[in-house]
Nanobody, 124 residues
Framework: VQLVESGGGLVQAGGSLRLSCAAS????????MGWFRQGPGKEREFVAG????????YYEESVKGRFTISRDNAKNMVYLQMNSLKPEDTAVYYC??????????????????WGQGTQVTVSS
């Protein structure tokens, strides 16, 4: 599967952005999908994940209540709605696909397919 992110940009603290991830391939609905981010000088970290059906979502603690992950399997799309953005949310955001539908991993190594990333910059 190929993944392409969009929707990043520059926003002031407290603002919102919606990231989108377009997936190719007819088997999109069997993948667990995740969003990760990598800030300057930092390791890539888990942000949010969603099960193949969309029934289950899980988040990194610092984004709970601010970010919402969703998917539309009919359109092969995954979204990350980000509200109340903070300067520490500044990073390149990546979507990723895990072919193991039973796993709810937060580790980057569990995800087999990655997009190229989209930059999110939050100014104070």
């Amino acid at each position: 599967v190929q993944l392409v992110e969009s929707g990043g940009g520059l926003v002031q603290a407290g603002g919102s952005l919606r990231l989108s991830c377009a997936a190719s391939g007819r088997t999109f609905s069997v993948y667990v999908m995740g969003w990760f981010r990598q800030g300057p000088g930092k390791e890539r970290e888990f942000v949010a994940g969603i099960s193949s059906s969309g029934a289950m979502t899980y988040y990194e603690e610092s984004v709970k209540g601010r970010f919402t992950i969703s998917r539309d399997n009919a359109k092969n799309m995954v979204y990350l709605q980000m509200n109340s953005l903070k300067p520490e949310d500044t990073a390149v955001y990546y979507c990723a696909a895990d072919p193991n539908i039973y796993r709810r991993s937060r580790r980057p190594t569990s995800y087999e397919y990655w997009g190229q990333g989209t930059q999110v910059t939050v100014s104070s």
